[in-house]
């Protein structure tokens, strides 16, 4: 691995990418759509652009022998066609990029949502078909641009998709900060009977999966075209592991309950509400997000330990102690 590109390389999980680079010495740059102070004084090649934009990605990855392609627009409101054009779209003009540059390898970040489909999922795996029951873009285009990616030639790209689940850490500017804000506020309530288990992702080791599925391409090539799970040793109880967070910083437990059925069709309705009068604001609650809340959804990581020896370095202790020293630390 000689010169790597990391699209999105200014986000949560393509710093922790840039960041174990770095550590192996390997030479990297990142793309995305914003200029980065931060990363351009600590010298890291910054190309600042669109992924929807062809031509600039064509010629910016010149040069590289391997792509993680991160960039996204993730979330569960929004415009249909932003969805499509940066996920689906920027992900056609990554895959050609790669093609036309003779780039060695491209590392996709996909998500279990692309086989989310309303229902329970236990100790899943990689034989679980593409969802075809869609309550949100997000889902929706990232099976689009999964299967694209893994539809490529590994005779011109070896490709492989990694699909972590709820990606948490320092620095997450995502799903730890939504829940803190909304449990200070006592918005929050258990959906369902609050004993559905989700798999969950200290950001550090989504970055050390990427990794490996990086060096798997460059070798023996066993996870072309193959997607994978990755999580924590083991599934969390959802609202317990919430609780715990929220113990440990004095914010009061969630206890009021909803139903699953009481919160889907609040969520119809908030939905029906935004879209035809304040569509820029994203709605408390969604048909999506109930059933994520409510619905079991962990999946076995056997295929990843077993082709290219993935297994999650920070355990969820340490993890928390991390995230607890970083959240009481932030200025």
């Known amino acids: 691995m000689n010169r790597v590109l990391i699209t999105g390389g200014g986000g949560f999980v393509g710093k922790a990418v840039l960041k174990l680079l770095r550590h192996e010495k390997i030479d990297c740059a990142i793309l995305g759509r914003s200029r980065y102070p ?23 990855a010149k040069g590289f022998d391997v792509v993680f392609h991160v960039a996204a627009l993730a979330g569960i409101w929004g415009k249909s066609e932003h969805f499509y054009n940066i996920n689906v779209v920027g992900t056609e003009n990554i895959i050609e990029a790669c093609k036309t540059n003779r ?10 949502s692309v086989v989310f489909a309303g229902e329970d999922i236990q100790n899943g795996d990689e034989t679980l078909p593409y969802s075809e029951h869609f309550l949100c873009d997000y889902a929706r285009t990232k099976v689009i641009a999964e299967k694209s990616a893994l539809s490529v030639d590994q005779n011109i790209v070896k490709t492989c998709a990694i699909r ?9 500017p995502h799903l730890i900060p939504r829940l ?4 200070k506020k006592r918005r929050l309530k258990i959906v369902g009977d ?4 989700v798999d969950i992702t200290y950001i550090d080791n989504v970055a050390a999966a ?44 969630v206890e009021k309950r909803i139903s699953l059925s009481a919160a889907y069709t609040a969520g119809r309705i908030l939905e029906t509400v935004h879209k035809l009068i304040i569509p820029n604001k994203e709605p408390i609650m969604t048909r999506f997000l109930a059933e994520q809340l409510a619905k079991s959804h962990y999946f076995s ?19 928390m102690d991390r995230l607890l020293h970083w959240i009481k630390n932030r200025k």
């Open 38 to 60: 931060e990363l351009e004084s600590q010298n890291v090649v910054c190309y600042q652009g669109d992924i929807c934009d062809k031509k600039f990605v064509l010629a910016t």
């Open 103 to 112: 780039i060695r390898a491209l590392v996709y970040t996909s998500t279990p």
């Open 164 to 172: 972590p689940h709820l990606i948490w850490g320092p620095g997450d």
């Open 180 to 183: 803190i804000e909304r449990g």
């Open 194 to 197: 609050g004993q559905n288990l």
């Open 210 to 253: 990427l990794l490996l599925a990086a060096k798997n391409l460059l070798t023996t090539g066993s996870c072309g075209s193959k997607a994978y799970f990755i999580g924590q040793e083991q599934p969390v109880k959802l609202w317990e592991w919430i609780n715990d967070l929220f113990e440990k910083l004095d914010i009061p437990p």
């Open 301 to 319: 990581h056997k295929a990843a330990h077993s082709d290219f020896g993935y297994k999650p370095e920070v355990s969820i202790e340490e993890g």
